[in-house]
């Protein structure tokens, strides 16, 4: 397994979809201000999706899911409340 550095470095597919999609927002601003906090509108679009797929490869295991996360049990547990993550 990678170290936690190891996969932070470098570029790779979902840093490049990520670039696109916030770039693409901009453009469709066309010069506006965003109406909201443009970091927390990226997490929320991201968080649940990667949530619910760890949650998927897991079976469920919450526990493991934190792990593979790198979050506390409890911390994984409060999103999964947030997002409503069945």
Avoid: W
Wanted: hydrophobic share 35%; glycine share 4%; with cysteine.
């Amino acid at each position: 397994m990678k170290s936690k550095q190891d996969c932070m470095l470098g570029d790779n597919d979902v840093a490049r979809y990520v670039r696109e999609a916030v770039e693409d927002y901009f453009k469709d601003l066309d010069g506006e201000d965003p109406s909201c906090a443009v970091y927390d509108m990226v997490m929320n679009c991201v968080e649940k999706p990667l949530i619910e797929t760890v949650l998927h490869h897991v079976d469920g295991n919450q526990t493991r899911a934190a792990e593979l996360l790198g979050l506390n049990r409890n911390t994984l547990r409060k999103k999964i409340q947030q997002h409503r993550i069945k």
